[in-house]
């Protein structure tokens, strides 16, 4: 599908792409860059290119894909070092969870030759480096496209096809719209976990001991999502502030309500809340984007 595709950044995103793309014979070459050279030298021992760089610049020069595979907050300066050399006609396209702070950051840098369609592929693990990678990663996944308007509609139809090849579905989405949604999928839910797992890590009457051993009441699995990559989630909550504080408002309504409930001995309300919540379950296993084993699953690979 591409001659060329440079991969700016190869943690656990770039490096699950390079494996796919090369399993599923989508790309002539792929140069892999990386900021620091112990990262490119682990790509390159892994052997997920065909040439290995710390310089963005020379990465993307000839590439007919450039896919950004970095922290939200670092897209505005690598944009900028790699926009004078790339090449006419080029599909430009990015990784990042949050999408309004990176089209209004990278697109007025961007050259006009240049094809601009930002991605998000919601799939990711709490792992992140070249070592996290691998093939499945987008299965059944879906990846989000939000193209500005005027956009090459065939440049979106290519970037659409190849994310269907590494094993996603695709749909195209406003970012302000794909911001608001991801706040109450992705984001609020990681600030939820990071902070149960701070309040508990703080507790004097219960000690850390005592939460480590008895952590299968639930705690663990707060504690996956809040092993994930402290920079990703920092730049996350600084570039998508709007959407999660909208929602995090919300939140801390029903919060209260809750609160009300138990104070009250309103058990009705808990019940008829927990029975909600337990429909939405089932409908994510339904939608495909989680299996119904006990244990959420995960217990066979972690
Ligand atoms: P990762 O495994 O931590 O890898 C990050 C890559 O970015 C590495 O190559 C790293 O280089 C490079 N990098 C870090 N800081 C940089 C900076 N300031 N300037 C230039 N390069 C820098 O990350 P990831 O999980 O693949 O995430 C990459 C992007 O995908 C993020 O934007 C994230 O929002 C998005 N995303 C992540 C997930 C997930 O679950 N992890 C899911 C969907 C989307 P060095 O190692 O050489 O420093």
């Known amino acids: 599908m591409f001659e060329k595709v440079a991969l700016i950044g190869i943690g656990l995103i770039g490096s699950s792409i390079a494996i796919r793309a090369r399993k599923e014979n989508l790309v002539g070459t792929i140069a892999v860059q990386s900021r620091r050279a112990e990262t490119v030298k682990k790509a390159e021992e892994l052997g ?29 300066a690598v944009t900028e070092a790699i926009a004078p050399h790339l090449a006419e006609g080029a599909i430009v396209t990015d990784v990042g969870s949050v999408k309004n702070a990176v089209v209004t950051e990278m697109a007025p840098l961007l050259p006009a ?33 939000t193209p500005p308007a005027g956009t090459d509609p065939a440049a979106v139809e290519k970037l659409a096809a190849f994310w269907t090849k590494l094993g996603s579905s695709v749909e195209t989405m406003d970012p302000r719209h794909h911001d608001m949604v991801l706040a109450i999928t992705s984001h609020v839910p990681h600030l939820i976990a990071y902070n149960i797992v701070g309040t508990a890590a703080e507790l004097e009457e219960v000690t850390e001991s005592e939460v480590m051993k008895f952590a299968a009441g639930g705690f663990r699995d707060f504690t996956r999502i809040a092993a994930s ?74």
Not at 49 to 76: F, N, Q, R, W
Not at 122 to 129: C, L, R, V
């Open 229 to 302: 990559d402290p920079t990703m989630w920092r730049d996350v909550f600084l570039n998508n502030r709007e959407a999660v504080l909208e929602m995090l408002g919300r939140f801390n309504e029903d919060l209260t309500a809750l609160q009300r409930a138990i104070r009250w001995g309103d058990g009705d309300a808990l019940f008829d809340l927990f029975t909600r919540t337990r429909a939405i379950r089932r409908g994510i296993i339904e939608a495909g984007q989680e299996t119904a084993d006990p244990d959420f699953g995960r217990h066979k690979k972690s």
């Open 113 to 145: 030759h240049v094809h601009f369609v930002p991605g998000h592929p919601i799939a990711g693990t709490e792992h992140s480096g070249p070592e996290a990678g691998f093939a499945e990663l987008f299965d059944g996944r879906w990846c989000i496209l």
């Open 48 to 76: 997920l290119g065909d040439s290995y760089t710390t310089d963005p610049a020379e990465a993307v020069k000839g590439a007919d894909l450039v896919v950004l595979c970095i922290p939200v907050g670092a897209v505005g």
